[in-house]
């Protein structure tokens, strides 16, 4: 019988409600699915990875087919590896359209036997995004029903001050002082 595994990627920086909608719907579809967070040196990360596979995995205990890992360099190298046939993907709007079909395309092209499958979130996540999080956390607003609550707790924590225990993400407060330092 055919298993099919797919590889959910994305910096999950932090965790949205939207990024689990997504995860429950395809935990449905796939035999296995793989959330992996990209490892990538050049985006300054509010949360350190230790901290993003730590969300995700609390979260995600409950789907006994979904699993957490990272990755670095090319996607489809990594679906290879894990021995995936599908990437997934979500899409809110037509404005996440346009970069999402030429990624697919593109991963396509590189490599033709992995398929991107596309999903859809409830309504209500249907404009959520980590960086929008990011920004009301900042700015002092509610992300109550955005976010699980100990993603809120940790931002809370974070906008206030606290740097990582690894000291490799970013406290939100120093990188805006760093901001008005440099200018
Ligand atoms: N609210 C949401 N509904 C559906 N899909 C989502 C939602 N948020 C993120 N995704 C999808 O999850 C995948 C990983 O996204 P990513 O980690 O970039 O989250 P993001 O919220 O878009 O973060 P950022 O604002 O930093 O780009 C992408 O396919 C993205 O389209
Ligand atoms: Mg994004």
């Known amino acids: 019988m055919k298993h099919t ?15 689990l909608d997504l995860i429950d719907r395809g935990s449905k579809i796939f035999d296995e699915l793989v959330v992996a967070i990209l490892r990538n040196p050049e985006k300054a990360a509010l949360f350190s990875l230790e901290e993003r596979v730590t969300m995700l995995e609390q979260q995600t205990g409950r789907w006994k087919n979904v699993r957490v890992d990272s990755f670095e360099g090319l996607l489809v190298d990594y679906a290879l590896r894990q021995k995936a046939q599908a990437v997934l993907r979500g899409i809110r709007a037509i404005s996440d359209y346009e970069y999402e079909l030429q990624m697919a395309l593109m991963n396509r ?39 699980p609550e100990s993603v809120e707790e940790r931002l809370r924590r974070r906008v206030n001050g606290v740097a990582p225990a690894d000291g490799r993400g970013h406290s939100l407060r120093a990188s805006k002082e760093k901001a008005r330092r440099s200018g």
Do not use: Q
């Open 109 to 147: 092209k590189l490599e033709p036997r992995l398929e991107t499958v596309f999903m859809m979130p409830a309504e209500a996540y249907s404009y959520l995004s980590s960086r929008l999080v990011k920004e009301i956390a900042r700015l002092g607003g509610s992300v109550h029903g955005l976010v």
């Open 5 to 19: 595994v797919a590889i959910y990627p994305g910096s999950f920086d932090p965790l949205t409600n939207g990024h």
